[in-house]
């Protein structure tokens, strides 16, 4: 069975510093993705970075980098220099033939 | 650019009405698509998905239907709703790109309350 675990249900971090939302998954297909979506208040997600299983390098977009250790079967995503309006859930997911999420991670950044 | 419309925003329906969700995507042609529902504070639930024109499958057993009768255009529907189909809904899109690049993008999402 696949699954895809965050365990951080909140999270806090002080404004223009970095933060780090974990994110293990458990699979046995060689071939597969992850994905990072954020959803603020209003409900829309938006999609933030992915990573292929083949991928030699940690993405990065912008102030968003995935950290990426296959054998750890880990993906975490880093902001850094958080803003104010980072404050959101964020889910981490998975696919290689279905779309599987996570249980978000909430956070809240402080002023 | 690709661009996807889902409404109504919001919904307020009583327990045993009918439900018709629309989604359309504009901008790529035979795209998947898909219907989530989030219950609050929780994750995402998938509940139907569309490879192509009138090929949809459920993930879960339920109260709902999906129709896809154009290649850019997703329907939910219900014939009588439940209070359990209260949630917010969620469409998306993809077009699977190399090995398993497979980004999905959502639309607004409705929030639905039965009563």
């Known amino acids: 069975a696949q699954k895809i675990t965050q365990t951080q249900p909140g999270m806090f971090v002080q404004e223009k510093e970095a933060v780090t939302l974990d994110c293990t998954y458990d699979?046995?297909?060689?071939?597969?993705?992850l994905f990072w979506y954020k959803q603020p208040s209003s409900g829309e997600m938006i999609f933030l970075i992915y990573?292929?299983?083949?991928?030699?390098q940690n993405a990065t977009e912008g102030r968003y980098s995935l950290n990426f250790q296959k054998a750890r079967k880990s993906a975490n995503l880093v902001i850094s220099a958080s803003q104010l309006g980072d404050s959101a859930m964020y889910f981490c997911?998975?696919?290689?033939?279905?779309?599987?999420f996570g249980s978000g991670t909430k956070l809240n950044v402080k002023p | 650019s690709q661009t996807i419309h889902q409404w109504p925003a919001t919904l307020v329906q009583p327990v045993g009405s009918p439900l018709s969700l629309e989604c359309t995507v504009e901008?790529?042609?035979?795209?998947?698509l898909y219907w989530y529902r989030q219950a609050a504070g929780r994750g995402l639930q998938l509940l139907f998905y569309?490879?192509?024109?009138?090929?949809i499958s459920s993930e879960v057993p339920q109260n709902l239907s999906a129709s896809r009768p154009q290649d850019r255009q997703f329907i939910l529907s219900s014939k009588k709703l439940l209070l359990s189909d209260s949630g917010f809904y969620l469409c998306?899109?993809?077009?699977?790109?190399?090995?398993?690049?497979?980004?999905?993008?959502f639309g607004a999402g409705t929030r639905l309350s039965v009563l």
């Open positions: 997911a998975m696919t290689f033939n279905k779309f599987y």
């Open positions: 990573q292929g299983s083949y991928d030699q």
């Open positions: 569309s490879v192509g024109i009138g090929q």
């Open positions: 998306a899109w993809s077009v699977l790109g190399a090995g398993a690049k497979n980004i999905q993008y």
């Open positions: 699979t046995s297909d060689p071939s597969y993705g």
């Open positions: 901008g790529t042609s035979n795209p998947n």
